[in-house]
């Protein structure tokens, strides 16, 4: 996969209900990226950021948070044009 490009989607299904993937830098998008599963969604989360450390290390403080919106985007279909979720700011209000 290259930078930026959105998850790999797949008919397997998993157990849990997260798939968890190690965040990404990128740079193109100043934004932090990981992986999410949900039912039988699977595409990326983009969290933006001014700078990698702080994005990655927000990532990590916040992961769970971060997955409770991505999730209640997919509830109410909030996808960005490549069907995938993008958490700002006001999200995070």
Known sequence: MREGEPAPRSG??????HERRDPRWN???QAVEFGVE????????RVPRPTPERCVEAYYLERTRFE???ER???RRQL??????EI???DLR
């Open 12 to 17: 397997r299904r998993r157990t849990g209900p």
């Open 27 to 29: 740079a193109g998008r």
């Open 38 to 45: 949900i039912g039988e969604y699977r595409g990326v989360v």
């Open 68 to 70: 409770r919106i991505a």
């Open 73 to 75: 985007k997919l509830r």
């Open 80 to 85: 960005t044009k490549d069907e995938n979720v």
């Open 88 to 90: 700002s700011g006001r």
